[in-house]
């Protein structure tokens, strides 16, 4: 099992482009998550989805969109990228509402 | 909404002496999920112990357990034996409703 994958590791963006989060899960999870995770800070939640089809929001949801057309894939949509969404993105998945696993995450800048 | 509150910023240990974090949270929810998860520099979110609310009993995983008090919204993570490989930082997380994670304590285990 790969666990969580994220893709890609590393990016910048200029404000105002656009960029879509890839996030895939190989273990059959029906919940799948998005953080993201400030210099210093713990982790928020973006959105969240407990099975395809349904999403939700978490958190700090705006300037994000999600979608969840697959159990396996979670992809995170920016629109209009802004230099307050530079941070670390997680993406995880759980069964339920039991221990997440968490994929490695991606390092965003917007300039 | 959930809060969670570390108020540690940063901790630091002896190698093989133990060492307390602490949590509090605030909800009106009664049935509730709480995670401890560890972050080293490689940044990869891992999780350490997990405490279901309607168990009276303490958690504990090796080396790792937690004094939960409910009644009063208390969850502090005790580590004995500090280890070299501990020193990360470490969040007290609150599942209900959605998820919310603290702050974050950073530990340094001292040789």
């Known amino acids: 099992n790969a666990g969580v994958t994220q893709t890609p590791k590393f990016r910048i963006l200029k404000i105002g482009q656009s960029m879509t989060l890839q996030c895939t899960q190989d273990?059959?999870?029906?919940?799948m998550y998005w953080y993201r995770q400030d210099p210093g800070m713990g982790l928020k939640l973006i959105y969240y989805?407990?099975?395809?089809?349904?999403?939700d929001k978490g958190e700090v949801p705006n300037g994000y969109n999600v979608s969840r057309s697959t159990t396996e894939d979670f992809p995170l949509r920016l629109e209009l990228a802004a230099p307050s969404q530079t941070s670390v993105y997680f993406c995880?998945?759980?069964?339920?509402?039991?221990?997440?696993?968490f994929g490695p995450g991606t390092r965003l800048t917007v300039t | 909404a959930q809060t969670v509150t570390q108020s540690q910023p940063e901790m630091s240990v002896q190698e093989a002496e133990t060492v307390t974090l602490s949590c509090t949270y605030d909800?009106?929810?009664?049935?509730?999920?709480l995670f401890w998860y560890k972050q080293p520099p490689s940044r990869q979110m891992i999780l350490v112990i997990r405490?279901?609310?309607?168990?009276?009993q303490n958690a504990t995983e090796n080396r790792f357990s937690v004094n939960f008090q409910k009644a009063a919204k208390s969850f502090s993570l005790k580590i004995s034996d500090s280890q070299l490989g501990d020193t990360a930082m470490y969040f007290c997380?609150?599942?209900?409703?959605?998820?919310?994670f603290g702050a974050g304590t950073r530990l340094t285990v001292k040789p």
């Open positions: 995880a998945s759980s069964w339920g509402s039991s221990e997440q696993y």
């Open positions: 273990m059959n999870h029906n919940y």
């Open positions: 989805s407990v099975g395809a089809g349904i999403t």
């Open positions: 909800t009106s929810e009664n049935n509730y999920y």
């Open positions: 997380a609150f599942m209900g409703v959605d998820m919310r």
């Open positions: 405490q279901e609310a309607y168990k009276q």
